[in-house]
T-cell receptor, first 111, second 110 residues
Framework: DSGVTQTPKHLITATGQRVTLRCSPR?????VYWYQQSLDQGLQFLIQ???????AKGNILERFSAQQFPDLHSELNLSSLELGDSALYFC??????????FGPGTRLLVL | GEDVEQSLFLSVREGDSSVINCTYT??????LYWYKQEPGAGLQLLTYIFSNMDMKQDQRLTVLLNKKDKHLSLRIADTQTGDSAIYFCAESGGSYIPTFGRGTSLIVHP
């Protein structure tokens, strides 16, 4: 158990819908990262927050957004969902810049 | 852009050593990582090496880094069935955001 929690574990929704994925980092970790893992793209970095502020942006679509709240939990919002958005979404947190601890992921299926 | 490549599959017999290889292209890599992903789980950080090191050993795991050839390897001694998983190589530069390979599925058979 990495100490990073993600909810929900599974999510099934329809195209065009909007969903919110939630992540609670390990106690004391200020940084939160979001990743998407799919068969065709592999593991792709989406976005990083540090203590409430966006720090780095990766291959995140405009239909996706994230935020980190004062209690350090983070949410990833995915809107106008397409079939191709079906993937595993991981959150990670880090105590130091060189190490990341991953949560168990949210499996999203868009039908 | 940065690229990390690794072979897709490796099959070994229980008790043998496994060696998983990885190559990367970013010459400014600062840290190189090995992660393990078991079915239905997230990625678990196994070990990492700073780019000015060429070897790191941690119990059954040995990481070798050849910076000149941009080649990283992970050796697992006395491989057990519980080591069956997908192993991801990753590298990070100044931003400390890892770029991951596609993963190597390690299959351990009796």
């Amino acid at each position: 158990d990495s100490g990073v929690t993600q909810t929900p574990k599974h999510l099934i929704t329809a195209t065009g819908q909007r969903v919110t994925l939630r992540c609670s980092p390990r106690s004391g970790d200020l940084s939160v990262y979001w990743y998407q893992q799919s068969l065709d793209q592999g593991l792709q970095f989406l976005i990083q927050y540090y203590n409430g502020e966006e720090r780095a942006k990766g291959n995140i679509l405009e239909r996706f957004s994230a935020q980190q709240f004062p209690d350090l939990h983070s949410e990833l919002n995915l809107s106008s969902l397409e079939l191709g958005d079906s993937a595993l979404y991981f959150c990670a947190s880090s105590p130091t810049e060189e190490t990341q601890y991953f949560g168990p992921g949210t499996r999203l299926l868009v039908l | 852009g940065e690229d990390v490549e690794q072979s897709l599959f490796l099959s070994v017999r229980e008790g043998d050593s496994s060696v998983i290889n990885c190559t990367y292209t970013d010459s400014s890599s600062t840290y190189l990582y090995w992660y393990k992903q078991e079915p239905g789980a997230g990625l678990q950080l196994l070990t990492y090496i700073f780019s000015n090191m060429d070897m790191k050993q941690d119990q059954r795991l040995t990481v070798l880094l050849n910076k000149k050839d941009k080649h990283l390897s992970l050796r697992i001694a006395d491989t057990q069935t519980g080591d069956s998983a997908i192993y991801f190589c990753a590298e990070s530069g100044g931003s400390y955001i890892p770029t991951f390979g596609r993963g190597t599925s390690l299959i351990v058979h009796p």
